[in-house]
């Protein structure tokens, strides 16, 4: 399994961004849950949003819930992360990560199998 990321960037204060992560590989009759982390310079790993495929429901570190929304395409085993109202705090490298196994599964993801790239998100204020 794969996760190929891409997105991110610098945007001002209030500004949008929006981040995408392909997972290629997952077995088709596979249940998965992915989600979405970020590392801000100085702190520990976080997770930040996860989307669970066998019902679509979602979790999100409060931080950021009202502003951040996390989807997915089911066909290309796609998540998506769209990111509003962005605020300086929200700058660090975000990382999307997911689990697979045979039995359905339920945020957050725990223990991620795999991870993506690291996708630089810089706010200015």
């Known amino acids: 399994v794969q996760l190929q990321a891409s997105g991110g960037g610098f945007v001002q204060a209030g500004g949008s961004l929006r981040l995408s992560c392909e997972a290629s590989?997952?077995?088709?009759?596979?249940?998965?849950?992915m989600g979405w982390y970020r590392q801000a310079l100085g702190k520990r790993r976080e997770e930040i949003a996860c989307?669970?495929?066998?019902?679509?429901?979602?979790k999100y570190l409060e931080s950021v819930k009202g502003r951040f929304t996390i989807s997915r395409d089911s066909a290309s085993k796609t998540i998506y992360l769209q990111m509003d109202n962005l605020e300086p705090d929200d700058t660090a490298i975000y990382y999307c990560?997911?689990?697979?196994?045979?039995?359905?599964?339920?945020?957050?993801?725990?223990?991620?199998?795999?991870w993506g790239q690291g996708i630089r998100v810089t706010v200015s204020s």
């Open positions: 989307i669970s495929s066998n019902d679509d429901s979602t």
């Open positions: 590989g997952i077995a088709s009759n596979s249940y998965y849950r």
């Open positions: 990560a997911a689990d697979w196994t045979y039995y359905e599964l339920k945020c957050p993801v725990v223990n991620p199998r795999m």
